[in-house]
């Protein structure tokens, strides 16, 4: 099953509602319509989310099944990496990087929950890779660049 976010559930998102969890909020970014239940909760499952926590998002209406429940052609799958998607796939991983510095990474990991789209997680991505080396920060080079 797809999911795709509501108006609701972005009304929610951008205004940090309590109703959403920084957990729910996270697996929140990559429910883009285009991926399964499945993908989403196997790219979020080092981040504790659930099918309960999916099960919120549905009961509050943050969520909402898609209609149309179509293949996607692989080769358009491919190259439709577009920053939209970039960033749903490096948000999560850039918070869970610089979570894991503590305070001295305070300040950056509130840069990063901060940035509200592609061109500023970006932007982050040289700080990170100071905070953190360039080898524990090739996960996230790679959701972003390619």
Do not use: C
Not at 62 to 69: D, P, T, V
């Amino acid at each position: 099953m797809k999911y795709s976010k509501t108006e609701a559930g972005q009304q929610a998102f951008k205004q940090r509602s309590a109703l959403l969890s920084a957990r729910q909020r996270s697996a929140f970014i990559l429910f883009d319509g285009a991926k399964t239940l499945e993908q989403v909760l196997a790219a979020a499952a080092g981040l504790g989310v659930t099918q309960a926590d999916v099960d919120h998002m549905l009961a509050e209406g943050f969520l909402a099944a898609n209609e149309l429940q179509t293949a996607v052609p692989v080769a358009e799958a491919v190259s439709a990496r577009t920053p939209q998607v970039r960033y749903a796939e490096a948000w999560p991983i850039a918070t869970r990087l610089t979570a894991s510095l503590g305070l001295r990474g305070f300040k950056l990991n509130l840069a990063v929950e901060a940035a509200s789209g592609y061109e500023e997680l970006l932007a982050l991505l040289p700080k990170i890779q100071d905070a953190l080396g360039p080898k524990a920060s090739q996960e996230l080079e790679q959701a972003l660049k390619s």
